[in-house]
């Protein structure tokens, strides 16, 4: 039986540990819609050059889920529901940090030269995002 977004679907932030095959030419790893990730891949996009110190985010989506990739260097994802934040420190490649839809999140302490993949569940639509935080806590009805 196949996984649907609604089935696999998580509450909570979470890494993912995608596959690594390690070779001494070099390392390789993948992600495949709806196997390592719970959702089918409707957009992709990359942050990359941020100036150091500066913080990238600071919302949350009414619809979309995320899965976000260190390709390169490290940088730190905070994931807050409302009650509760959580730190995430990605650095490795083969990990990914899945978010759900509902979830504040904002991306800060980036490295020299970092590289962050995102892939999204749904494509680009302005109105999915909540950037008012008082708003964001009404949403999630606290």
Same mark, same amino acid.
């Given at each position: 039986?196949?996984?649907?977004?609604?089935?696999?679907?998580?509450?909570?932030?979470?890494?993912i540990?995608?596959?690594?095959?390690?070779?001494?030419?070099?390392?390789?790893?993948?992600?495949?819609?709806?196997?390592?990730?719970? %959702?089918?891949i409707? *957009?992709? @996009?990359?942050?990359?050059?941020v =100036?150091? !110190?500066?913080? +990238?985010?600071?919302?949350? /989506?009414?619809?979309?889920?995320?899965?976000?990739?260190?390709?390169?260097?490290?940088?730190?994802?905070?994931?807050?529901?409302?009650?509760?934040?959580?730190? %995430?420190?990605?650095? *490795?490649? @083969?990990?990914?940090?899945?978010? =759900?839809? !509902?979830?504040? +999140?904002?991306?800060?302490? /980036?490295?020299?030269?970092?590289?962050?993949?995102?892939?999204?569940?749904?494509?680009?639509?302005?109105?999915?995002?909540?950037?008012?935080?008082?708003?964001?806590?009404?949403?999630?009805?606290?």
């Amino acid at each position: 039986m196949p996984n649907t977004s609604e089935s696999f679907r998580m509450m909570k932030a979470e890494i993912i540990q995608l596959p690594r095959f390690e070779d001494p030419r070099g390392n390789l790893s993948f992600i495949e819609e709806l196997k390592h990730i719970p %959702f089918k891949i409707e *957009r992709t @996009y990359w942050i990359y050059d941020v =100036p150091g !110190g500066q913080v +990238r985010g600071g919302h949350a /989506f009414k619809e979309q889920q995320e899965l976000i990739v260190a390709l390169s260097g490290s940088f730190d994802v905070v994931v807050d529901d409302g009650k509760e934040k959580q730190l %995430f420190s990605l650095n *490795r490649s @083969y990990y990914g940090l899945y978010i =759900p839809a !509902g979830l504040w +999140r904002q991306m800060e302490n /980036f490295s020299t030269n970092s590289l962050a993949l995102v892939l999204s569940s749904t494509k680009y639509h302005a109105t999915d995002y909540i950037y008012d935080y008082a708003e964001f806590l009404n949403f999630r009805g606290l």
